[in-house]
């Protein structure tokens, strides 16, 4: 099972408890094929609860360190939970899975947000939240989504380049 959960996303899937369906199937394929090619982005559109976090966040991670254990991983999501959470359990499925994964985590790797693997890869989150433009804050938030991308365009040139940003991509 070690090669077979090595060299499959859907194999590590099973490994972890989860049994892909079709669709699961589709987005599994989907992020092996980018994985095998050039392309720099990869797009998965699906309706909400078709489990596109847990493939993409959750399991993905792993199995991807564990083929290139010397790569790192940014994951970004828009708030501070997700974060913490996809972190700790990627982080802890390493942990508890080393020998099939053939990787393990570093000693000093007890953060959920941030750790890195004895090999040198490394496992960051980003949190990508949108602020009203300066001079807005006492107003309410934007209600609509073209008030919100108009205030993240007005405060784009805000950027900086640590790892938190103040306005969303």
């Excluded at 699961?24 to 078709?50: Q, T, Y």
Aim: a positive charge; one cysteine or more.
């Amino acid at each position: 099972m070690t090669s077979a959960a090595r060299s499959s996303l859907a194999e590590w899937a099973r490994l972890r408890g989860f049994e892909p369906a079709a669709h699961h199937r589709l987005i599994i394929n989907e992020i092996e094929v980018f994985l095998e090619g050039n392309d720099e982005v990869l797009l998965l559109f699906a309706p909400p609860g078709s489990a596109k976090s847990t493939y993409v966040s959750i399991l993905l991670p792993a199995w991807y360190l564990a083929n290139n254990p010397t790569h790192s991983i940014l994951a970004a999501t828009h708030n501070v939970e997700f974060a913490e959470r996809w972190g700790r359990r990627v982080r802890n499925d390493i942990a508890d899975n080393a020998p099939v994964l053939g990787i393990r985590l570093a000693e000093d790797s007890k953060a959920a947000t941030r750790w890195s693997l004895e090999s040198g890869g490394e496992y960051y989150t980003s949190i990508r939240v949108c602020d009203p433009p300066r001079g807005a804050r006492s107003r309410p938030s934007p209600r609509s989504s073209r008030r919100r991308r108009r205030a993240c365009r007005e405060r784009g040139s805000d950027r900086n380049s640590r790892i938190r940003s103040t306005c969303c991509a």
